[in-house]
């Protein structure tokens, strides 16, 4: 009984405090792989796994799915799997918004300053990162691309 009670408090006390990001093709391509981790340490976000690969068209299509009635799908995907991307499994707490507050508006000209789009970002669709926008979304695109082997 005490144990049930002591493992459902953990539980609770984990929901929210992971996040999944991408450091978007333009952004590594340009060098900007290192600041950008650099902000998110200093924001307070902790990598639990990390990970430089280059999807394919197939896994980005997959990856954004739920956009794919948008106008900008086939836009969105050929540039996802234009070049190599760096995916991070991220922790803080309140993780989720955190980090879409860290990393400001999807369009930079209306992100806020010293946000990582502001400062990055080269366009709405060019725009250096990606941020989960929810816990079930965080932990379903970490499976993308991290095992339960290389999450620490
Ligand atoms: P992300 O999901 O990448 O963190 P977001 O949640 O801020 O971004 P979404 O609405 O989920 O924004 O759009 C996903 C991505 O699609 C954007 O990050 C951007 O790269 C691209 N995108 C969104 N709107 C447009 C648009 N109008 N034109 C071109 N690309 C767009
Ligand atoms: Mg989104």
Redesign the pocket.
Known sequence: MLLLHTEKLKQIKMAGTRTF??I?PEAVENGSTGAILDKMIKGGFRIISLKKTQLSPELAGKF?E??KE????G??VD??SSGPIVAAFLEKDNAVLDF?TL?G???PSEAAEGTI?KEFAE?????A?????SDENAEIEASFFFTEFERF
């Open positions: 990001t991408m978007k954004y739920v956009h948008r106008p900008f799908y836009e969105l540039y996802m879409r990393i508006a999807t369009d789009r366009s709405k669709a060019k725009n990162v990606h941020g989960s926008d």
